[in-house]
């Protein structure tokens, strides 16, 4: 089993940059690991996935460019910065967990982080 808690979240300046992180505790070894965003009255949607030895990564088109995921193994921490941030990627950011290589179905997830980018 896995718990996954995020934190980083918060208010900030278009432009401006955050950096969000997953803690994972539990059985941690080979999971592939993602966020996706969850903004009000849309439906969730991928951002990131990394996968466990981070030699692949994947980003929604949206992002690439601007957002960098990244994970420490030894911290059991999954890291999304996001720089150039635009009113757009305003929403609920969640990390998620799935063991193998990144996919499209997660099995664990944790609660979430609110992102807010005034414009």
């Known amino acids: 089993q896995l718990q996954l808690v995020e934190s980083g979240g918060g208010l900030v300046q278009a432009g401006g940059s955050l950096r969000l992180s997953c803690a994972a505790s539990g059985r941690t070894l080979n999971t592939a690991m993602g966020w996706f965003r969850q903004a009000p009255g849309k439906e969730r949607e991928f951002v990131a996935a990394?996968?466990?030895?981070?030699?692949?990564?994947h980003y929604a088109d949206s992002v690439k460019g601007r957002f960098t995921i990244s994970r420490a193994n030894a911290k059991g921490t999954v890291y999304l910065q996001m720089n150039s941030l635009k009113p757009e990627d305003t929403a609920v950011y969640s990390c998620?967990?799935?063991?193998?290589?990144?996919?499209?179905?997660?099995?664990?997830w944790g609660q979430g982080t609110q992102v807010t980018v005034s414009s």
């Open positions: 990394i996968s466990w030895g981070g030699g692949i990564t």
């Open positions: 998620a967990a799935r063991y193998g290589l990144p996919g499209e179905q997660y099995d664990y």
